[in-house]
T-cell receptor, first 115, second 112 residues
């Protein structure tokens, strides 16, 4: 069965510091991978996605993620945190041939940014 | 471009009262549609999904139901709300099942 694990339910960084949010997945077939961001009382917004091709994908707001098949990981990074990055981040996985509702989400990581 | 709407934005309902939440999508045809719930500290729970008019799949048995009366309209209902139904309800759409989903702004439901 497919699953997603996000290490760390809360991550705190200082403004200007590196942001690293970890995501590992379990999949027996090639996955599609996604990162979403959710600000308080809002819906989820797609940050970036990996389907095929280049394993380093760039998204909005300066975020990027790298698909590492050997490590079954898709960690999200940003070189320099900004106060506006404070939000909850969700990693998700899906795959061709799965059930129609098969976007599987991790439990989320809340990012705090200290001034 | 595609847009997804949800209403109401917030709702406070007493236990035992009915519920109707509506979601509509603009700018696309025959989307897959989804209802999720976020309870405090419990992540995203998929409740229902639909691949076409009148086609509903339930992921979690409960006192909620969903309907899709039109191609781009998805409704979440309950005949009698429970306290445990409180949460943040999100509607989403996708082109196909494997690809990214796009979320609406959500409805905050408080059952008192």
């Amino acid at each position: 069965a497919q699953s997603v694990t996000q290490l760390g339910s809360h991550v705190s960084v200082s403004e200007g510091a590196l942001v690293l949010l970890r995501c590992n997945y379990s999949s027996s077939v090639p996955p599609y991978l996604f990162w979403y961001v959710q600000y308080p009382n809002q819906g989820l917004q797609l940050l970036l996605k990996y389907t095929t091709g280049a394993t380093l994908v760039k998204g909005i707001n300066g975020f990027e993620a790298e698909f590492k098949k050997s490590e079954t990981s898709f960690h999200l990074t940003k070189p320099s945190a900004h106060m506006s990055d404070a939000a909850e981040y969700f990693c998700a996985v899906s795959y061709i041939g799965g059930s129609q509702g098969n976007l599987i989400f991790g439990k989320g990581t809340k990012l705090s940014v200290k001034p | 471009s595609q847009t997804i709407h949800q209403w109401p934005a917030t709702l406070v309902q007493p236990v035992g009262s009915p519920l109707s939440l509506e979601c509509t999508v603009e700018g696309t045809s025959n989307p897959n549609l989804y209802w999720y719930r976020q309870a405090a500290g419990r992540g995203l729970q998929l409740l229902f999904y639909s691949v076409g008019i009148g086609q509903i799949s339930s992921e979690v048995p409960q006192n909620l139901s969903a309907s899709r009366p039109q191609d781009r309209q998805f409704i979440l209902s309950s005949k009698k709300l429970l306290l445990s139904d409180s949460g943040f309800y999100l509607c989403a759409w996708s082109v196909t099942s494997a690809y990214e989903q796009y979320f609406g702004p959500g409805t905050r439901l408080t059952v008192t």
